[in-house]
């Protein structure tokens, strides 16, 4: 796939992934911000060479991550959530297109206070 060739349906599932892990974060309800906006320079824990992206970030007020959580959510197959609810590919499958796409994904989280999921995905203007 090019490196400007990033199809609709890729970014609907990276989106989605994130989205339905933010619900899952969220049992007693809470808030869930997504923001898109242009970027330019390095982003951060990147070694990208593009400096235009476009910065995607999704936003949850619910329970974090603890540092084990968070440094293993890229894993394939890893999961929090009790066996027969999920596979643990939603957010390893978002994280493989968006480094298809040349693109950048990091985590911060903290227990209690949230997590928000930073995408960053070359701008083509």
Partial sequence: ??????RQSDIYVVLKNMYD??????PDGGIITITAKNFEGIPPESNLDSN??????????GIGMDEKT?????TPFFTTKDSGIAKGMGISEAYIIIKEHYGSIFVESEIGKG????????SLV
Avoid at 21 to 26: E, H, P, R, S, T
Avoid at 115 to 122: D, F, G, M, S, V
Wanted: glycine content about 2%.
């Fill in 115 to 122: 997590t928000i999921i930073h995408i960053y995905l070359p």
């Fill in 21 to 26: 892990n933010a619900i899952d974060a969220l």
């Fill in 52 to 61: 235009k992206f476009v910065h995607i970030s999704i936003e949850d007020n």
């Fill in 70 to 74: 968070k440094n293993n959510i890229f």
């Fill in 1 to 6: 796939m090019g490196k400007n060739n990033c």
